[in-house]
């Protein structure tokens, strides 16, 4: 699993997420996610190429989604499989998954 | 098909556990929809058991019991987690309440709530000094 | 690294056995090579099991222990067949005589004689009803 | 696994195998080859594209060579790790494995 942040100047930093993010993978990525998304406005999760997330994952995005106010964190390109582990937790809607 | 697996309830020896199942439920033929979510399971089980089940320092093991049963035309999957942790009833945890506002819920509890939704059964059963966790997947 | 395996002992289980050996070796990081000396060895043992030990039509099962040995920086892996067919001791069995000339030499016999070549150990265990049969190899 | 045997017109049979000969495979394969062999004076096994035997084919080999004259079995392209296997069974010169 590889991630990288990109911050753009008018607030926004997107993430791209890359492999199966399982539980281990997760906690490594963890603490460079966070500082790259601090004091951002807009926050984009792209998991392009990612198959697989553990609940870690999800815990990770719910933590990244309270640092802007709601509507300005979203998760995009998710593929069904991804998109299913976010629904039946009840997290499509709050983060904005696409 | 009956396979059964043990290690160290360490973090590093999780891809041998989650590997040694997704291997096990190929050769029966499942889906790459129900492995997803067998090793979906599994990672959470496995990863609750590595965090708390034992005290740090002094991890115990993990055994998994992993086997097919058919009946009436259907491939089931059975896989039972067994460690020899605290006591701990995964059906007795309440579900966290997925409709309350994501700002005032606190991000914790979706493992649980994941093996419960994507698993057909989920049993406890504590033997002794033993946790005994029972998934059953139809694949 | 712990993992058994069972189901019964038809030729059509052959190579779930052989696959779930494999997939285990491969774990720990055994090369090509040795690979191939270990599944030789246990398709060796796994078809005389399958085709002498049970009655025709009475077939039991194969259970096979596989463990991951460190010592001395050394990685050695030991597997135990066990079937309770009828006794059979594979260390009683004289080799074949390989400098025969191959016109007066019937050919059968080479699969023990593959098993205790292939491996650095051989023992063997009769247990109540049980064949015991270990072999170990550094890989 | 699959064997194809070509019959040449000075007497010669060629058998072509390809893939793993694991004991079930080649149990299918032993009489399709002991048909094709049928009254040949020169017996050629090709393994080209072989890369593992188990003893049930060391044991067709066997049979096999005892339908020529010695000298007019051999078992060509072998790679290593099945060399191996016949050299340690004390059947390299016997099959002339080259
Ligand atoms: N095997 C276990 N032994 C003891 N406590 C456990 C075990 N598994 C889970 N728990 C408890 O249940 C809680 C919820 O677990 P889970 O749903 O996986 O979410 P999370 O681990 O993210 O908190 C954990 O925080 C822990 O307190
Ligand atoms: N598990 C077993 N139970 C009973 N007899 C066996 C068993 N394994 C091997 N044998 C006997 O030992 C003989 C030699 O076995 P092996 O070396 O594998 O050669 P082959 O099977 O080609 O004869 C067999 O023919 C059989 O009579």
Excluded: W
């Amino acid at each position: 699993m590889s991630v990288e942040c990109t911050r753009h100047h008018n607030g926004k930093v997107v993430c791209k997420f890359l492999g199966r993010i399982d539980t281990t993978k997760c906690i490594d990525a963890e603490k460079v996610v966070m500082e790259s998304i601090e004091g951002a406005e807009v926050i984009v999760f792209d998991l392009d190429g990612v198959e697989y997330v553990a609940s870690s994952f999800l815990r990770l995005c719910g933590k990244a989604s309270h640092k802007v106010d709601t509507n300005n964190f979203s998760i995009v390109n998710v593929v069904p499989s991804v998109k299913k582990v976010f629904k039946v937790s009840g997290l499509s809607e709050k983060l904005n998954v696409q | 098909m009956f396979q059964v697996i043990r290690e160290k309830a360490e973090l590093v020896h999780l891809n041998f556990f989650l590997k040694s199942i997704r291997d096990f439920i190929e050769k029966a033929g499942a889906s790459e929809e129900k492995i997803f979510d067998v090793i979906l399971t599994a990672e959470e089980i496995l990863v609750n058991i590595m965090s708390y089940a034992y005290p740090e320092n002094q991890k115990g093991e993990i055994e998994i019991h992993c086997q097919i049963l058919e009946a009436d035309g259907e491939k089931k999957l059975k896989c039972v987690f067994i460690d020899e942790g605290k006591f701990f009833d995964i059906l007795q945890k309440e579900s966290p309440d997925l409709s309350a506002p994501i700002e005032t819920r606190s991000v914790g509890g979706l493992g649980i709530h994941l093996v419960k939704t994507l698993m057909d059964e989920v049993s406890y059963m504590r033997q002794v000094d033993k946790n005994i966790l029972s998934v059953v997947k139809t694949i």
